[in-house]
């Protein structure tokens, strides 16, 4: 938040690449929307991911179709700096998960970053901790190889998951 803002009157921008969006990310933006009145979740468009498994609007649409429920809550992508994207929108505070203590190294970095690029902090949510082994990397390579993934991602999710293999020609 900005120095003398109220969580009351921010603005959260939650960003990340959500490919794919799992439980976790959903449990984090929960938690975000019954803090903030409205709360941005921003996917990132990243040049250096060449091959995502998800295009970005497939990753935007799932997330609309997941977070319908939050009248608060809108989905938005952004190109480049978070600090730009979140002076471009007017945001006042970056909402980041935590799932583990090791997560907290980097975040500290880049919310140092952040705040010494745009004056806005960055406040940290913890995820529910049965979420706590779970990322979209790990999602992907369970999935890939077989694996169950339907305790982690949202149903919506997980069907755009079948749908993306079987256009791949794989069962
Ligand atoms: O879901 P991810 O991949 O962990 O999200 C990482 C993300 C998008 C939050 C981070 O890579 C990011 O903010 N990228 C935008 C570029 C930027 O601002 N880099 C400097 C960060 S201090």
Same mark, same amino acid.
């Given at each position: ?25 959903? &449990?984090? =933006?929960? +938690?975000?929307? *019954?803090?903030?009145? %409205?709360?941005?979740?921003? !996917? #990132? ?38 600090? &730009?994207? =979140?002076? +471009?929108?007017? *945001?006042?505070?970056? %909402?980041?998960?935590?799932? !583990? #203590? ?54 919506? !999710? ?14």
């Amino acid at each position: 938040m900005r120095n003398g803002a109220r969580v009351p009157q921010s603005h959260a921008v939650y960003p990340g690449s959500f490919d794919p969006p799992t439980k976790g990310h959903l &449990d984090v =933006i929960a +938690r975000a929307a *019954a803090i903030f009145p %409205v709360v941005t979740v921003a !996917v #990132v468009v990243n040049p250096q991911k060449r091959s995502p498994f998800f295009p970005l609007d497939e990753r935007e649409e799932m997330l609309r179709r997941c977070t319908s429920a939050y009248a608060n809550v809108r989905v938005d992508h952004f190109r480049g700096l978070l600090a &730009d994207f =979140i002076k +471009r929108i007017s *945001a006042d505070v970056i %909402v980041k998960g935590l799932r !583990v #203590v090791s997560d907290f190294e980097n975040e500290m970095a880049f919310a140092h970053m952040n705040r010494s690029l745009s004056d806005v902090d960055t406040m940290f949510l913890m995820s529910d901790s049965s979420y706590s082994f779970v990322s979209s990397s790990l999602i992907k390579e369970v999935f890939l190889q077989g694996g169950d993934i339907a305790k982690y991602v949202p149903d919506i !999710v997980l069907a755009c998951m079948h749908q993306k293999r079987l256009a791949h020609g794989r069962k």
